[in-house]
């Protein structure tokens, strides 16, 4: 619960502070949605991959410092779908309901986000397995066609948690969705 109070307390006060560093990642047009690029601003000491690791591990792209471990804990994920449920409150719904069948001595809580271009809502998911999950919900438009998220694992006991917790919160509030006229790499 000290996780969810903390991460209330910074959402509140999180804004970007780094360059946008440009596009991380991008889709092609599917259906509808038209072909989107994701913009961010990294962090200071941490590797963008939307090709290889990502690739690997089916995502549209991690950040992660240090070499890779192939270890969840301590790697933002990015992942990017085309909506399907009516609301981002459904989203969040469904993916609790997912995480607390997965691991029913769990807990869960959620505080919104400000992000601003877009409606945000995170959770963080308290492990039994003592591996804590905080994940960002974004929600682009309806003309996107598509959501995103962002997420982490990291050990309930990690000495560096807060600053794990800033970065991943200054990335998720200096996402950008654009349309996207390239065509796209990687994915």
């Not at 449920?85 to 809580?109: F, K, N, V």
Request: net charge neutral.
């Amino acid at each position: 619960m000290a996780a969810a109070l903390a991460l209330c307390a910074f959402a509140a006060l999180a804004q970007a502070t780094s360059k946008d560093d440009g596009v991380l990642a991008r889709g092609a047009r599917d259906g509808n949605a038209p072909a989107w690029a994701i913009s961010v601003a990294t962090p200071p000491g941490w590797t963008r991959d939307c090709c290889t690791y990502a690739r690997a591990i089916g995502v549209n792209a991690v950040l992660y410092q240090g070499e890779w471990s192939g270890k969840p804990q301590r790697v933002m994920v990015l992942n990017v779908w085309p909506r399907q449920l009516a609301t981002l409150a459904d989203e969040l719904q469904a993916d609790r309901q997912r995480y607390l069948q997965h691991d029913p001595a769990g807990r869960t809580s959620s505080f919104a986000v400000r992000h601003p271009a877009m409606p945000c809502e995170a959770s963080v998911y308290q492990g039994s397995d003592h591996i804590d999950d905080v994940l960002v919900f974004c929600d682009p438009g309806a003309a996107s066609g598509v959501r995103l998220s962002w997420s982490m694992a990291f050990d309930d006991a990690d000495p560096s948690r807060r600053a794990l917790l800033d970065d991943f919160m200054r990335v998720a509030v200096a996402t950008r969705w654009a349309k996207d006229a390239a065509p796209a790499r990687g994915r």
